[in-house]
Structures are given as structure tokens and as C-alpha cells.
């Protein structure tokens, strides 16, 4: 079974490209959704999170997210050390998930698979990407809160695209939901080939 890493910066609409994926039958794991769960859910990372940023990074047994990423947003040797709790539980999970997979190969969408060193991990990586106007206008559209600037702040803690692009295996453009489909059949019909 090959393990594929789905990547792209913030709005660029991996989770888009990965229902495409799934549409076809192909096993999709998205790490975002499952790190928020382990986040609530595993002790260890609790244990992990609350040492690091203390008691009030929960409030009960609920992630408190604001002020989580208040602390690390701006901090990013914190940030690091976040992730570095975080991630390795993901890791874990995502590889027990796959066992239980039947299928040529399974997806890992993953925000930061660059940023934090684990492209290795993969057979090969496809980049999603998308012009950076049309990135900030998908998040604030789904966002309201959001604005332009907090958006760039964000997209300034991944890696750009261009540093992205010399990495990734695969590219695809998603500006077109329709060209953006078919981009992913063909995909689709390569991996099956190459697994």
C-alpha cells in the first residue's frame, strides 16, 4: 500500500481535492480533524499540551483554541513545540487507521508536511495549489471573522508555494472545480498504475 501526502498552504482547498479523492474509493485521512479529536481525546497529548502551555489550554475536557493559538501564533519556537507533541500522536493514529485500510493506496491530508520535516514519510506528495487573492478570499468567505491580515500571518508560518512546488511529485491547480476533477482522475488512474 502506498502512502500519499495531500499538502497545500491554507485555502488552497486540499479538503476539496480530497473529496474528490474519496469520491473515487480511495481511503482519505485528514490530519487536521483527527489532530483536534487527539487533542481532546488522547491523555498523553493533554498531559503534553497542558504542560507546555499550561492548565488554561482547556477549559473541562475542551480544547481552549483561542488561547491556544494566541500563545502560538506569534511564538514559533512554542509553535514547534506544540506540533511536536501533537504530531507524533497523529503519526501514530494515522498508521493504525491505514492498517485497517484495503486499498492500493491511502491519503494523508496534511497542512504542514514540509514544515515539519515528515515528506520522507510519503511515497509521494501531491501540492494543491491556488493564486494567493483566491486563497484569501475562499477562507474569508468560509470565515467571516477572518481578515486579510490574520490570513497572512497565517499563510507566512507554512512554507510558499514555490518552495513547496521543488518537492511535491505531483501539482494541482485548483481554481476550476471542474479542470481540478479531472486533475485528480488522471492522478487517480497514475497511482492505481504505479501501486
Same mark, same amino acid.
Given at each position: 500500500?502506498?502512502?500519499?501526502?495531500?499538502?497545500? +498552504?491554507?485555502?488552497?482547498?486540499?479538503?476539496?481535492?480530497?473529496?474528490?479523492?474519496?469520491?473515487?474509493?480511495?481511503?482519505?485521512?485528514?490530519?487536521?480533524?483527527?489532530?483536534?479529536?487527539?487533542?481532546?481525546? &488522547?491523555?498523553?497529548? %493533554?498531559? +503534553?499540551? %497542558?504542560?507546555?502551555?499550561?492548565?488554561?489550554?482547556?477549559?473541562?475536557?475542551?480544547? !481552549?483554541?483561542?488561547?491556544? &493559538?494566541?500563545?502560538?501564533?506569534? !511564538?514559533?519556537?512554542?509553535?514547534?513545540?506544540? !506540533?511536536?507533541?501533537?504530531?507524533?500522536?497523529?503519526?501514530?493514529?494515522?498508521?493504525?487507521?491505514?492498517?485497517?485500510? !484495503?486499498?492500493?493506496?491511502?491519503?494523508? @491530508?496534511?497542512?504542514?508536511?514540509? @514544515?515539519? +520535516?515528515?515528506?520522507?514519510?510519503? =511515497?509521494?506528495?501531491?501540492?494543491?495549489?491556488?493564486?494567493?487573492?483566491?486563497?484569501? =478570499?475562499?477562507?474569508? @468567505?468560509?470565515?467571516?471573522?477572518?481578515?486579510? @491580515?490574520?490570513? /497572512?500571518?497565517?499563510?507566512?508560518?507554512?512554507?510558499?508555494? &514555490? /518552495? %513547496?512546488?521543488?518537492?511535491?511529485?505531483?501539482?494541482?491547480?485548483?481554481? =476550476?472545480?471542474?479542470?481540478?476533477? &479531472?486533475?485528480?482522475? /488522471?492522478?487517480?488512474?497514475?497511482?492505481?498504475?504505479?501501486?
Amino acid at each position: 500500500m502506498m502512502f500519499i501526502g495531500l499538502t497545500g +498552504g491554507i485555502g488552497s482547498g486540499k479538503t476539496t481535492v480530497a473529496q474528490f479523492f474519496k469520491a473515487l474509493g480511495v481511503p482519505v485521512y485528514n490530519s487536521d480533524n483527527e489532530a483536534k479529536k487527539l487533542m481532546e481525546t &488522547s491523555h498523553k497529548v %493533554k498531559t +503534553g499540551i %497542558k504542560n507546555l502551555l499550561g492548565e488554561e489550554a482547556y477549559s473541562g475536557q475542551r480544547l !481552549n483554541k483561542t488561547y491556544v &493559538s494566541q500563545r502560538v501564533f506569534n !511564538n514559533r519556537p512554542l509553535l514547534q513545540k506544540l !506540533n511536536g507533541i501533537v504530531h507524533p500522536a497523529v503519526r501514530s493514529h494515522f498508521l493504525a487507521w491505514a492498517k485497517k485500510q !484495503n486499498a492500493p493506496y491511502v491519503i494523508q @491530508e496534511a497542512a504542514i508536511i514540509f @514544515e515539519i +520535516g515528515s515528506e520522507d514519510f510519503y =511515497d509521494k506528495i501531491i501540492l494543491v495549489t491556488a493564486p494567493e487573492t483566491l486563497r484569501i =478570499d475562499r477562507i474569508m @468567505e468560509r470565515d467571516p471573522d477572518s481578515t486579510p @491580515e490574520r490570513i /497572512q500571518a497565517r499563510m507566512r508560518n507554512q512554507w510558499s508555494d &514555490s /518552495q %513547496k512546488i521543488a518537492l511535491s511529485d505531483y501539482i494541482i491547480e485548483n481554481c =476550476d472545480l471542474a479542470e481540478t476533477e &479531472s486533475q485528480v482522475l /488522471q492522478l487517480h488512474r497514475s497511482l492505481l498504475a504505479e501501486a
